[in-house]
């Protein structure tokens, strides 16, 4: 792993380029071999791909009023790339993004977009357990019908590690209407096998419209096991 010495014409630079890739590690930039071919990749990364191969091939069965729609909807779903820059996405960025945040909670593809909806608060988030193989995430605020809390979750880690780690896991979709909390015990045992005692386990949460496949109000907490 190389360090980055900038000049003064390059500020920053991300992504892959031949047999490298570019980022930002907490150090600072670093540059990493990339690994050749689908080699080490697991049943969900699979599945993560095919999933995505599929609702992109769907594109081309919109008609080109449909596909215009998209396009005319894009600036009203901009974005923040890797740098920290304001973007707007393409129609064809639009359709496959919200349509597979509506895959994740197990709902049918948009064929026209939607309008980005009114976000809703569900207030604060926190983690917390009544005993070894328990574990809840809560909210504050009020539920709604109309949307789904996705969370991820990380393996079990240092109660040092204070910051969430980028390998995670995602644990499903649960609803939010009439209840202040999700059991995620079960989905995360499936995941990572267990809970550890002394141990850290951070948690991504972000909440998806059900109507509009908008994704929003991404964050994260942790909870420590004794």
């Known amino acids: 792993m190389a360090s980055i010495k900038y000049s003064g014409l390059v500020s920053e630079i991300k992504g892959k ?3 490298s890739i570019l980022s930002a590690g907490y150090g600072g930039p670093i540059i990493r071999n990339r690994k050749s071919g689908r ?18 091939s769907t594109w081309r069965s919109l008609t080109s009023l449909q596909r215009d729609a998209w396009t005319a909807m894009a600036p009203s779903y901009p974005y923040i790339n890797k740098f920290g820059d304001p973007k707007i996405p393409s129609g064809f960025q639009l359709y496959c993004t919200l349509n597979s945040n509506l895959h994740l909670v197990a709902l049918p593809l948009l064929s026209t977009p939607i309008n980005p909806p009114i976000q809703r608060n569900l207030g604060v988030f ?21 949307v789904s809390l996705v969370i991820s979750a990380s393996p079990v880690v240092s109660v040092g590690v204070g910051v969430s780690p980028r390998r995670r896991k995602n644990l499903g979709a649960f609803a939010t209407n009439s209840v202040t909390f999700a059991d995620i015990s079960s989905s995360y045992s499936a995941a990572y096998g267990g809970f550890t005692a002394g141990s850290r386990i951070w948690v991504n949460y972000s909440i998806i419209d059900k109507t509009s496949g908008f994704r929003y109000g991404n964050g994260s907490t942790f909870f420590d096991f004794p």
């Open 17 to 19: 380029l031949n047999g």
């Open 39 to 56: 080699v080490g990749l697991t049943t969900r990364n699979l599945s993560a791909l095919a999933i995505m191969s599929y609702i992109s």
């Open 126 to 146: 926190s983690l917390s357990s009544t005993g070894p193989t328990q574990l809840q995430i809560n909210w504050s605020g009020s539920g709604a019908t109309v």
